[in-house]
């Protein structure tokens, strides 16, 4: 089992932590994992398994404001590029707006084909 068998909550039955909706940290469980010697490890697995409830006395979300950001890149030559460009203010390169144009040169093809209007 690991860490986890060094945990302070080991003993503590799991509703001491999921009690309510609200996902209060409560003072005797702040004091609890602010004690433990893991809280680092519970911290960890939290965060990168997007866990609920209770945890290193952190709420859900407060773990996902600590989340790192991700950023995006846009893979140019592809529509889901052109997409990324135009959500970050830029101006398309030449493959994403290419690209672009034969995906909406093919849908309207394809609906033409089906006997459906094109816009």
Same mark, same amino acid.
């Given at each position: 089992? +690991?860490?986890?068998? /060094?945990?302070?909550?080991?003993?503590?039955? &799991?509703?001491?932590?999921?009690? !309510? /909706?609200? /996902?209060?940290? @409560?003072?005797?469980? =702040?004091?609890?994992?602010?004690?433990?010697?893991?809280?680092? !490890?519970?911290?960890?697995?939290?965060?990168?398994?997007?866990? &609920?409830?209770?945890?290193?006395?952190? @709420?859900? $979300?407060?773990?996902?404001?600590? *989340?790192?950001? *991700?950023?995006?890149?846009?893979?140019? +030559?592809? @529509?889901?590029?052109?997409?990324?460009?135009?959500?970050? +203010?830029?101006?398309?390169?030449?493959?994403? #707006?290419?690209?672009?144009? $034969?995906?909406? *040169?093919?849908? =309207?093809?394809? #609906? *033409?084909? !089906?006997?459906? /209007?094109?816009?």
């Amino acid at each position: 089992m +690991g860490w986890q068998s /060094e945990a302070a909550c080991r003993s503590y039955p &799991i509703d001491y932590f999921f009690h !309510n /909706e609200a /996902e209060v940290v @409560t003072d005797s469980v =702040r004091e609890l994992c602010t004690a433990c010697s893991v809280r680092d !490890n519970c911290l960890q697995l939290a965060i990168a398994t997007d866990s &609920i409830g209770i945890w290193a006395a952190t @709420t859900t $979300e407060e773990r996902r404001k600590m *989340r790192p950001k *991700r950023v995006m890149v846009a893979e140019h +030559g592809t @529509t889901s590029g052109h997409h990324r460009h135009l959500k970050r +203010g830029e101006k398309p390169c030449d493959p994403c #707006r290419l690209a672009r144009l $034969e995906y909406l *040169r093919k849908y =309207r093809t394809q #609906r *033409r084909a !089906n006997g459906l /209007e094109v816009s």
